[in-house]
């Protein structure tokens, strides 16, 4: 998903995801998952993410630790 990569790049002012992971493998998911993180963590961009993922709903402790 090249589009949501561009989104977080283009480094906007808020970062609005809503269930960015869903649509892709589990190998891909992963990586734009980690991806997200370290760049919202790195640019200290406010993150909000809408998911019923689990494991996606836990990247708000990562991003804010």
Known sequence: DVYKRQAVLSEPEVLLLDEPFSS???????AFRNFVINKVKESKIPCLIVTHDETDKKISHEIKN
């Not at 892709?24 to 992963?30: G, M």
């Open 24 to 30: 892709l493998d589990p190998e891909h998911r992963d």
